[in-house]
């Protein structure tokens, strides 16, 4: 590993923090609803002429053009400065932004990045479905071929912010002779044409973050194509490359934040026996072994932008990155549970930044959103590791 900070890039953190510490929204994220939407698009326009959307992103679409080592400051001392996340905008810039740079064409690039960067659109994601989740390429979502055009059919589930979204990382499958990896196609969806209907899936907590997508006969140019007809599986590994590798770089060093939020929680709160909860010997001992792991998270995350400096995607290493992170949002979540006791059963007003419970039942979606656990567990064994396949 090679990660050395420069002068270069220590007044680069500088600059950032003074600048997050002005322009940090001090009204709290609103949840996810029409309001949301306007909150992050607000702040991302601001973040574009600011100059701080895109680090690493080529100029000439919008971005600074910058080192995988400064995104790496941005997205620490952003944790840091407690600066929204990004929601509904999650999409267009952990995924079909990164993806269009590595595989679009020039009349995509320049039309999409701009619009991403400024948050002038909303993506979602079209991939996972009723019978192809963690086994994505059993998709049966057809797209069939009429002139210049795509004629798509089939359904998508737990799509995010589909009842916001502009546009659509969406994949289809073009030629159902050809093997299950082969014969898929990536193609950019408009969500506004003609035949796609959008039915929002209520979760336990009374949000709609997921959503059902139906496509009847819907025509989408071919010119939206992303690489090649029938060539999508390639395509979609750049996009899973990216959502298990650099997409979730920022959660990943913002986790210490969260941590060291649970250990004021464990000062600020008293045991049965009257006194704070950190003097339990148990408790201090298991906080500190979670800042540990936080460490190597933290140490492993430097050692991804390392090899991000000489390869133009994530490799499969970042599968360890995202296995990791999603066991240990789920640990501190649930060590910030068992210091409140009785008290985490009560729900306090929605989008509470001390609203444990609602963070606690959130980590588990980590462990199944983006692939499973295990299916993690797999890629590290075989593309990492050179297990034989099991």
Not at 16 to 41: D, S, T
């Amino acid at each position: 590993m090679h990660y050395e900070i420069s002068r270069e890039d220590r007044e680069f953190r500088d600059e950032a923090r003074a600048w997050l510490e002005a322009n940090v929204p001090r009204e709290p994220q609103p949840p996810i609803g029409p309001e949301q939407v306007v909150y992050m698009q607000a702040w991302q326009r601001t973040l574009f002429e600011g100059g701080w959307a895109g680090i690493t992103w080529p100029v000439e679409y919008g971005g600074r053009g910058l080192s995988l080592v400064q995104q790496v400051i941005w997205f620490e001392e952003y944790a840091r400065a407690g600066a929204p996340d990004a929601t509904c905008l999650f999409v267009g810039l952990n995924h079909g932004g990164p993806t269009l740079i590595v595989r679009g064409n020039e009349e995509q690039k320049s039309f999409h990045l701009p619009k991403i960067l400024k948050g002038e659109v909303i993506w979602c994601q079209g991939f996972s479905e009723p019978g192809a989740g963690s086994d994505l390429a059993s998709l049966r979502t057809r797209g069939e071929i009429d002139g210049d055009h795509l004629v798509v059919n089939g359904q998508k589930i737990w799509t995010s912010y589909a009842q916001f979204a502009d546009y659509q990382e969406l994949l289809v499958r073009t030629d159902p002779q050809m093997s299950k990896h082969r014969g898929i196609t990536w193609i950019i969806c408009d969500m506004k044409l003609p035949g796609i209907t959008v039915r929002p899936i209520e979760s336990i907590d009374g949000e709609y973050h997921n959503c059902e997508v139906f496509y009847d006969n819907v025509r989408i140019p071919l010119k939206n194509v992303v690489g090649q007809v029938n060539d999508g599986w390639r395509v979609a590994l750049s996009t899973l490359s990216f959502e298990r590798g650099t997409a979730f770089m920022e959660l990943q060093l913002r986790v210490s934040e969260i941590l060291e939020h649970v250990i004021k929680l464990a000062r600020n709160t008293k045991g049965l026996d009257g006194k704070p909860v950190i003097e339990d010997g148990e408790v201090a001992g298991r906080l500190g072994r979670l800042r540990g792991e936080i460490s190597a998270l933290r140490a492993m995350t430097y050692m991804s932008a390392s090899r991000g400096l000489r390869q133009d995607m994530p490799g499969p290493e970042g599968t360890y990155l995202a296995l990791m992170l999603s066991d240990l949002r789920q640990a501190v979540t649930r060590c910030a549970m068992d210091i409140l006791g009785p008290l985490g059963l009560e729900r306090p007003v929605k989008m509470d930044p001390d609203d444990w419970v609602h963070s606690y039942l959130r980590s588990y979606a980590s462990t199944i959103g983006g692939g499973t656990s295990e299916i993690r567990r797999n890629i590290i064994a075989e593309r990492v590791l050179g297990l034989p396949k099991s």
